[in-house]
């Protein structure tokens, strides 16, 4: 495909062409995907997630400079779940990363999700593996707020960061929202804030007791983002995080999770779209009317619909 080729050649405007593409499900996206997929495996894949205005733009506006210093080429996703605005737009006050512009190793994108067809998460799997074969080494996905869909569209990250800070609660409310689970490294950022201490206390001492027996030890790592403060020790934790997966078979162990992810979505979707084709048509319309009048329980029209609309 030639816009792969101009992609892969490092054209900015073929990338994102083709994440439009994959963006708005458009008729190419299969073939698409056929051409990305094989040049794809190379980025490292790094979550960062927290309850808004925790200051994850601002920590992944420091990061992105520190990778550039390392020669690392970054780029950013950030899911804007309450937007209804797709097809890279900047979303003013909540992307704090404008100081890349002019950075050709820089590449920033939001994806918004109101509207869209055929899961958030798919697609966004589908824009990282763009970038991947793209080349960046670094593939930053922001996500805000703690909900399911982005939780689960941390299950396309090798790492996860969550960034807190005092007001997002104590200790116990962290582990009852499940971010123990997901986190692979805590930020408390806000650092100048007093009680951050606290925080951090706490942090430690719940992993102290939560991770026993577990090959990556968590680290809590104080920042103060706007500062600059602290933002150091979290590359150098993103490296080590990166190392130890290495170091273990967990990279492959994490593809093949992800890979079985995205075929389960895959099927999921077209499933979804069929059985709503099959809905629009008269057999469909008289199925409906059936459950409606209660002549038939969800799961006989399920069935015949099944049968009847789905090839
Ligand atoms: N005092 C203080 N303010 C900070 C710090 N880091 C970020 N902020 C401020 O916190 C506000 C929110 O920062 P963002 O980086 O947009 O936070 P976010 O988590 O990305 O927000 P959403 O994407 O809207 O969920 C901004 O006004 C930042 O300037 C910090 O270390 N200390
Ligand atoms: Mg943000």
Known sequence: MQIVKKMLAGDRLALARVISVLENR???????VKNLYPKTGNAFVLGITGPPGAGKSTVT???IAR???AKLKTAVIAIDPSSPFSGGAILGDRIRMQSHTGDKGV????????????GLSLSSREVVMALDAAGFDVIIVETA???????????????VCVVLVPESGDGIQVMKAGLMEIADIFVVNKCDRPESD????????????FQKGTDWEIPVIKTQAT???????????????????????????????????????????????KMNEALDTKKGQK?????????????????SLRLTGIK
């Open 67 to 69: 990778f550039r210093a």
């Open 198 to 209: 606290k925080l951090v206390r706490e942090l430690t001492n719940m992993l102290h007791m």
């Open 26 to 32: 458009g008729d190419a996206l299969e073939k698409l």
């Open 145 to 159: 707020g703690v909900g399911q869909t982005e939780l689960d569209i941390l299950k396309l990250a090798h790492g």
């Open 227 to 273: 500062q600059n403060q602290g933002i150091e020790e979290l590359f150098q934790s993103v490296l080590s995080y990166q190392k130890h997966l290495k170091n273990t078979d967990k990279v492959d162990k994490k593809r093949l999770e992800f890979l079985r992810e995205e075929l389960i979505e895959i099927v999921r979707n077209a499933y979804g779209h």
């Open 287 to 303: 199925a409906l009317t059936d459950l409606f009048l209660k002549k038939k329980s969800p799961y006989e029209v399920a069935r």
């Open 107 to 118: 590449f920033i994108r939001s994806l918004g999700t109101r509207g869209r067809h055929g």
């Open 61 to 63: 506006d420091r990061l």
